[in-house]
Protein backbone atom coordinates (compact mmCIF):
# COMPACT_ATOMS: atom_id res chain seq x y z
CA UNK A 1 0.00 0.00 0.00
CA UNK A 2 1.36 3.60 -0.69
CA UNK A 3 0.05 5.29 2.04
CA UNK A 4 2.25 6.06 4.83
CA UNK A 5 1.81 4.35 8.20
CA UNK A 6 2.66 6.13 11.55
CA UNK A 7 3.20 3.15 14.29
CA UNK A 8 2.09 5.26 17.02
CA UNK A 9 -0.90 5.46 15.91
CA UNK A 10 -1.79 2.66 13.18
CA UNK A 11 -2.59 -0.83 15.11
CA UNK A 12 0.45 -3.15 14.07
CA UNK A 13 -1.04 -6.22 11.53
CA UNK A 14 -1.01 -9.57 12.98
CA UNK A 15 1.55 -11.70 11.22
CA UNK A 16 1.56 -15.68 11.56
CA UNK A 17 5.10 -17.18 10.41
CA UNK A 18 6.20 -20.65 10.47
CA UNK A 19 9.02 -22.67 10.39
CA UNK A 20 9.39 -26.10 8.03
CA UNK A 21 12.17 -28.51 7.41
CA UNK A 22 12.92 -32.45 8.04
CA UNK A 23 13.88 -33.11 11.19
CA UNK A 24 17.56 -32.11 12.27
CA UNK A 25 17.34 -29.21 9.73
CA UNK A 26 17.89 -27.08 12.99
CA UNK A 27 14.69 -24.79 12.70
CA UNK A 28 14.24 -25.22 16.68
CA UNK A 29 17.42 -23.56 17.39
CA UNK A 30 16.23 -20.50 15.32
CA UNK A 31 12.93 -19.88 16.53
CA UNK A 32 13.80 -18.99 20.69
CA UNK A 33 16.13 -16.07 18.77
CA UNK A 34 13.44 -15.28 16.35
CA UNK A 35 10.92 -15.11 18.59
CA UNK A 36 13.11 -12.45 21.23
CA UNK A 37 13.89 -10.47 18.77
CA UNK A 38 10.64 -9.57 18.12
CA UNK A 39 9.36 -9.26 21.62
CA UNK A 40 12.68 -6.77 22.28
CA UNK A 41 10.83 -4.51 19.36
CA UNK A 42 7.59 -4.89 21.22
CA UNK A 43 6.17 -7.13 19.08
CA UNK A 44 3.43 -9.38 21.34
CA UNK A 45 4.35 -12.95 19.90
CA UNK A 46 2.86 -16.47 20.68
CA UNK A 47 5.26 -18.64 20.01
CA UNK A 48 4.13 -22.54 19.56
CA UNK A 49 4.44 -25.88 17.97
CA UNK A 50 2.77 -28.65 15.73
CA UNK A 51 1.44 -31.28 16.95
CA UNK A 52 0.89 -29.67 20.02
CA UNK A 53 0.36 -25.96 21.37
CA UNK A 54 -2.54 -26.86 23.28
CA UNK A 55 -3.30 -29.58 26.34
CA UNK A 56 -4.77 -31.64 24.42
CA UNK A 57 -2.49 -31.04 21.29
CA UNK A 58 0.27 -32.15 23.33
CA UNK A 59 -1.37 -35.02 24.29
CA UNK A 60 -1.73 -35.60 20.97
CA UNK A 61 1.32 -35.41 20.19
CA UNK A 62 2.87 -37.61 22.65
CA UNK A 63 0.36 -40.14 20.72
CA UNK A 64 1.91 -39.30 17.22
CA UNK A 65 5.42 -39.59 17.74
CA UNK A 66 5.12 -42.65 19.73
CA UNK A 67 2.16 -44.80 19.20
CA UNK A 68 2.10 -46.83 15.86
CA UNK A 69 -1.08 -46.05 13.93
CA UNK A 70 -2.51 -45.97 10.16
CA UNK A 71 -0.93 -43.25 8.33
CA UNK A 72 -4.75 -41.81 7.75
CA UNK A 73 -5.18 -41.75 11.37
CA UNK A 74 -1.55 -40.00 11.91
CA UNK A 75 -3.21 -37.63 8.90
CA UNK A 76 -6.49 -37.44 10.82
CA UNK A 77 -4.69 -36.77 14.28
CA UNK A 78 -2.46 -34.10 12.59
CA UNK A 79 -5.51 -32.10 11.43
CA UNK A 80 -7.55 -32.49 14.83
CA UNK A 81 -4.59 -31.26 16.86
CA UNK A 82 -3.69 -28.11 14.37
CA UNK A 83 -7.78 -27.60 14.90
CA UNK A 84 -7.59 -26.91 18.37
CA UNK A 85 -4.79 -25.14 18.21
CA UNK A 86 -5.86 -22.69 15.71
CA UNK A 87 -9.36 -22.71 17.97
CA UNK A 88 -7.53 -21.87 21.13
CA UNK A 89 -4.60 -20.14 20.35
CA UNK A 90 -4.16 -19.35 16.77
CA UNK A 91 -7.29 -17.58 15.85
CA UNK A 92 -7.45 -15.21 18.94
CA UNK A 93 -4.05 -14.38 18.66
CA UNK A 94 -3.96 -12.97 15.52
CA UNK A 95 -7.80 -11.50 15.84
CA UNK A 96 -6.02 -9.68 18.54
CA UNK A 97 -3.25 -8.41 16.30
CA UNK A 98 -0.74 -10.23 17.90
CA UNK A 99 2.30 -12.05 16.01
CA UNK A 100 2.09 -16.04 15.80
CA UNK A 101 5.20 -17.92 15.49
CA UNK A 102 5.00 -21.71 15.05
CA UNK A 103 7.44 -24.68 14.46
CA UNK A 104 5.58 -26.42 11.89
CA UNK A 105 1.79 -26.30 10.45
CA UNK A 106 -0.06 -27.82 7.47
CA UNK A 107 3.20 -27.50 5.72
CA UNK A 108 4.53 -30.04 7.68
CA UNK A 109 1.35 -32.36 6.95
CA UNK A 110 2.07 -32.22 2.88
CA UNK A 111 5.80 -32.83 3.56
CA UNK A 112 5.81 -35.70 5.77
CA UNK A 113 1.91 -37.40 5.54
CA UNK A 114 1.56 -36.53 1.45
CA UNK A 115 5.26 -36.97 0.32
CA UNK A 116 6.90 -39.07 2.79
CA UNK A 117 3.85 -41.21 3.99
CA UNK A 118 1.90 -41.51 0.25
CA UNK A 119 -1.35 -39.83 1.51
CA UNK A 120 -3.43 -38.61 -1.44
CA UNK A 121 -3.35 -35.13 -2.18
CA UNK A 122 -6.89 -34.11 -2.17
CA UNK A 123 -7.16 -35.88 1.53
CA UNK A 124 -4.69 -33.38 2.56
CA UNK A 125 -6.72 -30.57 0.92
CA UNK A 126 -9.56 -31.80 2.44
CA UNK A 127 -8.62 -31.22 5.68
CA UNK A 128 -6.82 -28.34 5.03
CA UNK A 129 -10.00 -26.82 3.55
CA UNK A 130 -12.25 -28.14 6.58
CA UNK A 131 -9.82 -26.89 9.16
CA UNK A 132 -8.69 -23.87 8.25
CA UNK A 133 -9.97 -22.45 4.66
CA UNK A 134 -8.53 -18.96 3.85
CA UNK A 135 -5.81 -19.26 6.40
CA UNK A 136 -2.30 -19.49 5.40
CA UNK A 137 1.40 -18.35 7.02
CA UNK A 138 2.21 -14.94 6.00
CA UNK A 139 5.75 -16.27 5.82
CA UNK A 140 7.05 -19.63 6.45
CA UNK A 141 10.76 -20.49 6.63
CA UNK A 142 11.74 -23.55 4.75
CA UNK A 143 15.24 -24.89 6.28
CA UNK A 144 16.10 -26.79 3.24
CA UNK A 145 19.01 -29.45 3.67
CA UNK A 146 19.89 -33.29 2.46
CA UNK A 147 18.54 -36.03 4.76
CA UNK A 148 22.24 -37.53 5.45
CA UNK A 149 23.13 -34.28 6.67
CA UNK A 150 20.39 -33.95 9.03
CA UNK A 151 20.26 -37.95 10.14
CA UNK A 152 23.53 -37.12 11.27
CA UNK A 153 22.53 -33.88 13.74
CA UNK A 154 19.48 -35.80 14.57
CA UNK A 155 21.83 -38.95 15.74
CA UNK A 156 24.70 -36.32 17.38
CA UNK A 157 21.65 -35.48 20.07
CA UNK A 158 22.31 -38.76 21.22
CA UNK A 159 18.35 -38.85 21.70
CA UNK A 160 15.56 -41.67 20.91
CA UNK A 161 14.32 -41.10 17.86
CA UNK A 162 10.90 -40.93 17.68
CA UNK A 163 8.56 -42.61 14.93
CA UNK A 164 9.32 -39.85 12.85
CA UNK A 165 13.20 -39.74 13.13
CA UNK A 166 13.46 -43.39 13.23
CA UNK A 167 12.42 -43.68 9.15
CA UNK A 168 15.32 -43.94 6.60
CA UNK A 169 16.83 -41.18 4.10
CA UNK A 170 14.38 -42.22 1.26
CA UNK A 171 11.13 -40.91 2.94
CA UNK A 172 13.23 -37.62 4.16
CA UNK A 173 14.09 -37.34 0.56
CA UNK A 174 10.02 -37.32 -0.24
CA UNK A 175 9.62 -35.32 2.52
CA UNK A 176 11.93 -32.71 1.42
CA UNK A 177 11.13 -33.19 -2.25
CA UNK A 178 7.26 -32.17 -1.06
CA UNK A 179 8.37 -29.56 1.25
CA UNK A 180 10.05 -27.77 -2.23
CA UNK A 181 7.13 -28.38 -4.17
CA UNK A 182 4.68 -26.62 -1.55
CA UNK A 183 7.48 -23.73 -1.84
CA UNK A 184 7.17 -23.71 -5.03
CA UNK A 185 3.51 -23.59 -5.64
CA UNK A 186 3.20 -20.87 -3.90
CA UNK A 187 6.76 -18.91 -3.76
CA UNK A 188 5.47 -15.42 -2.25
CA UNK A 189 4.95 -16.93 1.27
CA UNK A 190 7.99 -19.10 1.74
CA UNK A 191 11.52 -18.29 2.12
CA UNK A 192 14.16 -21.56 1.85
CA UNK A 193 16.97 -21.47 3.90
CA UNK A 194 20.18 -23.37 3.05
CA UNK A 195 20.49 -25.16 6.33
CA UNK A 196 23.95 -26.98 6.06
CA UNK A 197 25.54 -24.20 7.11
CA UNK A 198 26.46 -23.46 10.43
CA UNK A 199 23.85 -22.41 13.08
CA UNK A 200 25.31 -19.01 13.57
CA UNK A 201 25.36 -18.28 10.00
CA UNK A 202 21.64 -19.25 9.42
CA UNK A 203 21.00 -17.02 13.30
CA UNK A 204 22.17 -14.04 11.01
CA UNK A 205 20.37 -14.52 8.30
CA UNK A 206 17.04 -15.10 10.45
CA UNK A 207 18.10 -11.79 12.10
CA UNK A 208 17.82 -10.41 8.92
CA UNK A 209 14.83 -11.67 7.89
CA UNK A 210 13.18 -10.33 11.35
CA UNK A 211 14.82 -6.93 10.72
CA UNK A 212 13.20 -6.43 7.75
CA UNK A 213 9.73 -8.10 8.86
CA UNK A 214 9.17 -5.98 12.00
CA UNK A 215 9.93 -2.64 10.23
CA UNK A 216 7.38 -3.41 7.85
CA UNK A 217 3.85 -1.86 8.76
CA UNK A 218 2.28 -2.13 5.41
CA UNK A 219 0.81 -4.56 2.89
CA UNK A 220 4.20 -5.69 1.49
CA UNK A 221 7.27 -7.36 2.64
CA UNK A 222 10.60 -6.45 1.28
CA UNK A 223 13.51 -7.53 2.51
CA UNK A 224 16.56 -8.91 0.73
CA UNK A 225 19.18 -11.66 2.19
CA UNK A 226 22.02 -13.47 1.13
CA UNK A 227 22.03 -17.11 1.58
CA UNK A 228 18.30 -17.34 0.93
CA UNK A 229 17.16 -18.57 -1.71
CA UNK A 230 13.84 -19.29 -3.59
CA UNK A 231 13.85 -22.46 -5.18
CA UNK A 232 16.72 -25.31 -4.88
CA UNK A 233 17.96 -24.81 -8.51
CA UNK A 234 18.23 -21.06 -8.30
CA UNK A 235 20.30 -20.62 -5.24
CA UNK A 236 21.44 -17.05 -5.62
CA UNK A 237 22.57 -14.37 -3.18
CA UNK A 238 20.79 -11.54 -2.23
CA UNK A 239 17.22 -12.92 -3.99
CA UNK A 240 15.22 -10.12 -3.59
CA UNK A 241 11.84 -11.60 -1.93
CA UNK A 242 8.84 -9.60 -2.77
CA UNK A 243 5.97 -10.98 -0.70
CA UNK A 244 2.73 -9.57 -1.99
P1 LIG B 1 9.14 -31.55 15.61
O1 LIG B 1 10.08 -32.60 16.07
O2 LIG B 1 9.73 -30.61 14.62
O3 LIG B 1 8.48 -30.83 16.73
O4 LIG B 1 7.96 -32.29 14.81
C1 LIG B 1 7.45 -33.47 15.27
C2 LIG B 1 7.36 -34.48 14.17
O5 LIG B 1 6.04 -34.51 13.63
C3 LIG B 1 8.30 -34.25 13.01
O6 LIG B 1 8.97 -35.47 12.74
C4 LIG B 1 7.39 -33.93 11.86
C5 LIG B 1 6.08 -34.57 12.25
N1 LIG B 1 4.90 -33.90 11.71
C6 LIG B 1 4.15 -34.51 10.72
O7 LIG B 1 4.49 -35.61 10.28
N2 LIG B 1 3.04 -33.87 10.24
C7 LIG B 1 2.63 -32.65 10.70
O8 LIG B 1 1.61 -32.12 10.25
C8 LIG B 1 3.42 -32.03 11.74
C9 LIG B 1 2.98 -30.70 12.29
C10 LIG B 1 4.54 -32.69 12.20
Redesign the pocket.
Known amino acids: GGRPVHPETQPVKSRFITFEGI?GAG??SQIDAVVSLLRAQGRVVEQS????GTALGERL?EL??HEAMHLET?AML?FA??REHLAARIEPALAAGHWVVC????D??F???VG?RGLARDKFEALEAWVHPGLQPDLTLLFDLPPEIAAARVAATGAAP????REQRDFFERVRAAYLERARLDPARFCIVDATRSPASIRADIEGVETELSALMGSRWNWRLSHVYLDAENKTDGTMLDNR
Open positions: DKSREPGRLLEMARDRFSATAYQGDRFE
